[in-house]
């Protein structure tokens, strides 16, 4: 437990809506050890974005915390002043956005964006924050940084502004990097360069990275361990070659199930999921997964525990319960159905 970095246990964020309270979180826990790289994954709405944000305290009204506790190396979070969040956001947990575009201000040079990070964390003089800028740049691998920094974000391409906030993030020498779907708006060229940069920046800092995405395939390139969030729960947690060949959630193997195979045809026909992920005003009381899963059972209406699977695996799935899969087929008689899990 010492090389824990960050710890969250029992997160709960709800939005208050005229539609009804929307529990976008529901009981998140996790950890990130220092120095490691954690894919946190799961389809849109899955509670991702909104985990991260709860981290850095960017949740804003209509949306609050309402339970749960969030620890950087071994400090709560939850509660302290915005004068501290000061020295902690930005500086020792650094966040990249999904889109560099509407992070980046637009009528402010690339130069500017970093100096004035570069100042209001580490104290720089203004010559010495510009020449710090310049080598960020050079280090996120942007061709002429001299040149760049003198530029507006208009006069880049899309994989340089978002080298950019990659290098704003790093700036501050942060302990935890998390970066929210940061290759989604780019062209799968672009994608590989900045996953190679990623792993490239692993290798020369000692910052932890939390990467947030929809796509296992781009997990598999990068990370050691992941996440897998649905309905704003953890269904599954583990490394990632547990989590790729013994996946013990029926969603986490619905998500495997619709990832291209390597070196398939291109006329290939994928499996997606089929149903649309639940309506979060209303929370299911059981497990969130079981209108779209192929294995759910009557058990499925409670909420199953996540229970250790292998080591440093867990899954919140009754089917790794062998008491409950013979309880569903001793109620269910001789007319059970095609169901044995869920």
Known sequence: MKNRLLEVENLHVSFHTREGEVQAVRGVSLHIDHGETVGIVGESGS?????????????????EITHGDI???????????????????????????????TSLNPVKRVGDHLTE????????????????????????????????VRQ??????????????IAMALS?????????????????????????????LKAKTSAAIALITHDLGVVAQVCSRVIVMYGGMVME???????????????????????????????????PIEGSPPDLRSAPKGCPFRDRCPHAMAKCGTMPPMVEVGEGH??????????????????????????NGG
């Open 47 to 63: 509670g991702k974005s909104v985990t991260a944000k709860a981290i850095l305290s960017l949740i804003a009204p209509p949306g």
């Open 71 to 101: 620890r950087f190396a071994g400090e709560s979070l939850r509660g302290i002043p915005e004068r501290k969040w000061r020295t902690i956001r930005g500086n020792r947990i650094a966040m990249v956005f999904q889109d560099p575009m």
């Open 117 to 148: 990070v570069i100042r209001r964390h580490r104290g720089l003089g203004r010559r010495e924050a510009l020449a710090e800028a310049v080598e960020m740049l050079r280090l996120v691998g942007i061709p002429e940084p001299e040149l760049r």
């Open 152 to 165: 507006y974000p208009h006069e880049l391409s899309g994989g340089m502004r978002q080298r950019v906030m």
């Open 172 to 200: 501050c020498r942060p302990e935890l990097l998390i970066a929210d779907e940061p290759t989604t708006a780019l062209d799968v060229t672009i994608q590989a360069q900045i996953l190679d940069l990623l792993k490239e």
């Open 237 to 271: 947690e583990g490394p990632v070659e547990e989590i790729f060949y013994r996946p013990k959630h029926p969603y986490t193997q619905g998500l495997l199930r619709s990832l291209p195979k390597r070196g398939g045809s291109s006329r290939e026909r994928l499996s």
């Open 314 to 339: 867990r899954a919140m799935c009754w089917l790794n319960d062998t008491d409950a899969q013979s309880d569903d087929h001793a109620g269910s008689g001789t007319e059970g159905g095609e169901g």
